[in-house]
């Protein structure tokens, strides 16, 4: 079956159409990931996606987005994420205006208070936003490892009844159910509670044949050879005791790099020149330079 550009929930009947549809978009998936994004679609069941920096994580979340047609929602987490931040907060000064205009009104405490404290008051964070929307967004918590334990568990009713609880509101459900898609660069172990409520895939380095067709998708104008001489390069970099090895994302940037500097083959001399595009520590450049850049190179 051929897929439209932008497709609906009803539109995805197999696995086969995941693959295809990612692959318009440029992304290359194996049938574990399918199987996994298609249970996200047909069971509602949210994604946790664990694997290394610059393998595609996030980006699984986007293509989801466009092959839905449907609103991508994004909690970037970093440490201190709290309630106000990625759920709700009230709009105090919207409130102390109404406070200020009810003032001679005959209106008991009460009502006051059940007033100022209604939907119209509330301002709506990623979460809040996800439950709330008319039509099904996916909704994509980034980096939730970089939170601490205690936002997880903001996390765990919305995962498990995909509602949330406001203490002044009571409890607001989800009417259109987000497709939640979670990643994790293992900084640190994430709670039993969370992973008990995901569905779970890590995403390892590609295989130098499967980051070549990435590539062949990513940039397809560019010179074959050239990138052909990139993912070796950057297979090659990735055997190295290195403090943060280069990505997908990152072999990526270094052909496009080249190929902007008009190179046509990767000698020693324009590796070493793109070398911050694949490195990203004077540790790592530092190593990768005592241990001789022709000599890898040529590995």
């Known amino acids: 079956m051929s897929l439209p550009v932008t497709s609906r929930a009803e539109d995805i009947i197999g696995i086969e159409d995941v693959v295809r549809g990612f692959a318009r978009f440029g992304y290359v998936l194996d049938t574990a990931l399918a199987t996994a994004i298609h249970l996200v679609i047909k069971l509602g069941k949210p994604l ?3 694997g290394h920096a610059g393998v595609g994580k996030t980006e699984v979340a986007k293509v989801l987005a466009l092959l839905l047609d449907a609103e991508l929602i994004r909690l970037q987490c970093h440490e201190g994420l709290d309630v106000s931040s990625a759920v709700y907060e009230w709009n105090y000064q919207k409130q102390l205006l109404a406070i200020k205009l009810q003032e001679r009104s005959e209106q008991t405490v009460e009502e006051k208070v059940k007033h100022i404290f209604g939907p119209d008051y509330l301002l709506e964070r990623p979460l809040l936003r996800s439950i709330r929307a008319e039509r099904s967004p996916v909704l994509l918590v980034d980096e939730v490892d970089r939170s ?31 497709y939640v898609i979670l990643t994790s660069n293992r900084t640190r172990e994430l709670s039993d509670a969370l992973k008990r409520r995901c569905l779970y895939h890590w995403i390892d380095y590609p295989t130098l044949e499967k980051e070549m067709e990435i590539v062949g998708l990513k940039l397809p104008n560019m ?20 403090t943060k090895p280069p990505g997908v994302a990152e072999t990526l940037d270094c052909v496009e790099a080249l190929s902007s500097l008009g190179a046509e083959r990767l000698d020693a001399e324009a590796a070493e020149r793109t070398l911050g595009c694949v490195l990203k520590t004077v540790e790592d450049v530092s190593k990768i330079k005592a241990a001789g850049i022709e000599k890898l190179r040529s590995r």
């Open 48 to 50: 946790l996606i664990e």
């Open 148 to 178: 601490d334990e205690a936002f997880e568990a903001f996390l765990l009713e919305l995962l498990s009844d995909f509602q949330i609880s406001v203490p002044e509101m009571g409890t607001i459900r989800a009417t259109h159910r987000p």
């Open 223 to 242: 010179q074959h050879d050239l990138a052909g001489q990139v993912v070796r390069w950057v297979h090659t970099l990735r055997q190295m005791d290195l």
